[in-house]
């Protein structure tokens, strides 16, 4: 039986992906093994949002190198649809597919193409590939991508150039796949893609979310749905208060936010002001007021002074965030922030890093502590062996309960008991 191993570089979108492959590989014989593992392929799903991970990538090759001398190494995703000649020039590469062609691969290794020698092929992307695998090896959560590829061409972003246009899954594929992971046992299902705020705006005729997501809650035996992250004028009224009146969609917002200060909002072509992001998050906060709302931050972008800085970090602080992503600007070769002169020094960007994660924790730590005594909805995920079971409540909040047998996959009631800086105690209540 033939050996293959995965690695996964970036977001939930190339996870569902790399999943995707696997179980492909695993229906056609292969055995799937840790990547420190000796293998016969090695497939790589990479990234390229930020320059550090095309570097973790090109080190991962070389190590796997080591690790599995006579694989196949087989490079794909984004960077590869963007820096395929730099794939290249790296001792030991075999097969580089870009964004859409990684799901040619078994044409490579088995329809008899020619494997020797450097293949690389990278499309257009311009058609929907749905790539929803029957299983998430070692996962309770599945992340269904549902749209891929982005028109918004924010200034600093890679992303539009590497996975190409906006584009959706037919609603009928959609609810055949929720309904197959369903059967499947899976009890939260993460809608995720590039955009999903566009869903089915590029079908016809078109279709909104919130009428996916309408359809999706009929579905028998439904556990819940998450929503992956939301551009903040994709959310209005409807979705809001669809969220605020169903207990399966999961009262949990992702609104990027990028930067608290319109100038720089203005340089990164995010088209909202803090003002409006302000105005969609007081009516998302007043309308579900247990919500879980998390953003990411960009610090360093060019042209980035003190003093839009420190807009950025009094806007954070006046927000009710739970949680924080904080990024440094990425030079990304590409896209129009990339000729912006003012470039801000890695100093300066770790400093504002620094200080963004330490507002991120104590927000986080105080929505943790306003949960003592609350009840929630967990569904449990993963254990430490004998003692503790952990999962997330509707609201994205992490909870470690004392291991009991059944808890495992299950959506459980539970009591908060005491809060920590990382996650919740909680009782579950049978
Ligand atoms: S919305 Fe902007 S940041 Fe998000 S993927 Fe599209 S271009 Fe990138």
Known sequence: MKKVSFHTFGCKLNQTETSFLENEFTKRGYRSVAIEEPADYVVINTCTVTARTDYKCRQLI????????????VVVGCYAQMDPERLKSIPGVNLILGADRKFNIFDYLENGKPA????????DNEKFIDSTPELFSGKTRAFLKIQDGCNSFCSYCIVPYARGRSRSDLPENV?????????????????????????????????????????????????????????????????????????????????????????????????????????????IVCRIPKVGLGTDVIVGFPGEMDRHFENTKKFIESIPFTYLHVFSFSDRPGTDAYNMREKIDASAKKERSALLIQIAGEKKAEFYRKAVGGYFDVLFEDEVPGRWMYGFTENYIRVRSAKKADLFNKIKQINVSSADNNFVLANVLD
């Open 175 to 283: 609810i055949a796949n929720v309904e197959k992971l369903v059967a499947n046992g899976y009890r939260e299902i993460v809608l995720t893609g590039v955009h999903i705020g566009k869903y089915g705006q590029d079908l016809q005729p078109s279709i909104s979310l919130f009428t996916l997501l309408r359809q999706l809650l009929e579905i028998r035996g439904l556990g819940r749905i998450r929503l992956s992250s939301l551009e903040p004028k994709e959310i209005d009224d409807d979705l809001i208060d669809l969220i605020a009146k169903n207990e399966k969609i999961c009262p949990h917002f992702h609104v990027p936010l990028q930067s608290g200060d319109d100038e720089i909002l203005r340089k990164m072509r995010r088209h909202y002001s803090v003002t409006e992001y302000k105005n969609i998050i007081e009516k």
């Open 62 to 73: 070389r190590r796997v190198r080591k690790t599995s001398p006579d694989a196949k190494i």
């Open 116 to 123: 020797n020698g450097i293949i690389e092929e990278t499309g």
